[in-house]
């Protein structure tokens, strides 16, 4: 059954905002935060690599990281709006036959989905009510990066999360946004592997990067080349 926050995804994240993010990025590219994770995402080495790409968008973050040099990718998002906006992108940019769309909750859809060298989730956990579910699910599917934005836990990002979600309240949407501290997420992904490797501030969001050390749910590190 698609949850509430899903629901609520599907009301907001519409063709008529989607058409907006696409105008916007056509004529800026790519939003500041996704930029940073394009280049330190591109400065490891994508020859090749898998892309798991979850909360997609409009599909900028996964078309830079293909164009940087990956091979495929695979887009997850709960609106299909966003998925129709990105599908219409990859077509333009030449590289459709390269990604896979799924349409839904990912939470959902994890255990249908494989595993990729590298699981971005940009402004996406702010999006989701359950973050431990979200964020486990999600760091198990990463062989070697996840990266992803997401709003600075500080009072400011707070506040403004309060106001939003008291206009869509009167606006009777579902969608809530949410923030969830770095403390609590670092906790679930160190727990499944990954230690931070990257972190930068950008106004109201934080942009981080954390590679595979040990395999999910085990204590002992990865295996050294011989």
Known sequence: MESLQCCGIEQVFDDNLAATEVKRHRMRGPRKTT??????LAAQGLAGATVLDVGGGVGALHQALLAAGAGRATD???SAAYLR?????ALRK???ERISFLHGDFVALAPTIDAADIVTLDRVICCYDDAESLVALSAARARRY??????????????????LNGMRRLQR???RSYIHPRARVEDILRANGLERQF????????????????????????????
């Open 85 to 89: 906006a990105a599908k219409s992108e």
């Open 173 to 175: 949407t579902f969608y």
């Open 76 to 78: 997850v998002d709960a």
């Open 199 to 226: 972190l930068r501030r950008a106004g109201l969001w934080q942009v981080a990067v954390y590679a595979r050390v040990r395999p999910p749910g085990s204590s002992s590190p990865l295996s050294s080349p011989a």
């Open 94 to 96: 030449g590289v459709l």
């Open 35 to 40: 930029q940073v994770l394009i280049d330190y």
């Open 146 to 163: 996840y990266a992803l934005v997401y709003p600075w836990d500080s009072p400011l990002a707070r506040a403004f999360s309060v106001l």
